[in-house]
């Protein structure tokens, strides 16, 4: 086994899963034009990988300012497996969670139920940049790491942004674009976005904080580095 496939087996990462999460992000960049049951099928052999592709714990960014919120309904865009959309429930919040992978959406049911929140955490297929949610509707919005290709960009983030009622909270977290110089791997370069591009999609919002926020990584190398999460949260 090559010296650099050892190291990954032993910080607990499979080479090979990595291979074909690079294929499916490939192949998502030739599906840009396609329809979302084509992008669904990508998602759902990325998925088929691995009986689990996230850790199933939240992301900090949402931690953090969730916990200063009193609980409500919240939307969870691009769920994946559930982690956000369960530990939100688990606090008390009503939780709809969407993803285009149908194997994801299962995952989640699943947890949910084992967790025993099925009350609270719903979750559907769909694809939010064709069928957005409901506007006026949610008491937090969230998209954790939620890149698209730039067809879909601004029906899903627009959608995202009508979606929360007055006095609630929109909250966007990405990659920020500088990582892709630093050699950590992100998603496709024109998937990411600047932080004035992000800026744009909270016009209407009496409040707008955007920053960026640094955490460990490792490049490509394996290697220390800092990356950075490009943060937009908003208030109605």
Not at 109 to 136: I, K, M, T, Y
């Amino acid at each position: 086994m090559p010296a650099r496939a050892a190291r990954q087996r032993r910080r607990g990462r499979d080479p090979g899963r990595r291979a074909v999460w690079r294929r499916a992000r490939g192949a998502r960049v030739k599906a840009a034009a396609g329809s979302s049951d084509e992008l669904a099928a990508i998602w759902d052999a990325r998925y088929g990988v691995s009986e689990r592709l996230w850790s199933g714990r939240v992301n900090p960014v949402l931690e953090a300012e969730a916990v200063r919120l009193t609980a409500g309904r919240a939307l969870d865009a691009g769920c994946g497996e559930g982690g956000d959309s369960l530990w939100l429930a688990r606090r008390g919040w009503r939780v709809t969670g969407y993803d285009l992978s149908a194997v994801a959406i299962e995952r989640s049911r699943a947890e949910a139920a084992r967790l025993g929140v099925s009350d609270l955490a719903s979750f559907d297929r769909s694809d939010l940049a064709v069928d957005p949610p409901s506007e006026s509707a949610f008491d937090l919005v969230s998209g954790q790491y939620l890149h698209v290709i730039p067809s879909q960009r601004e029906p899903l983030y627009r959608g995202l942004a009508a979606a929360v009622r007055p006095g609630g909270m929109l909250l966007l977290v990405l990659h920020d674009i500088r990582d892709l110089e630093l050699g950590i791997a992100r998603p496709p370069g024109d998937t990411m976005l600047g932080a004035e591009e992000l800026r744009a999609f909270a016009d209407g919002f009496t409040s707008v904080h955007l920053e960026l926020r640094p955490r460990a990584a490792v490049d490509r190398a394996e290697a220390p580095a800092t990356a950075h999460d490009l943060v937009l949260r908003v208030n109605l």
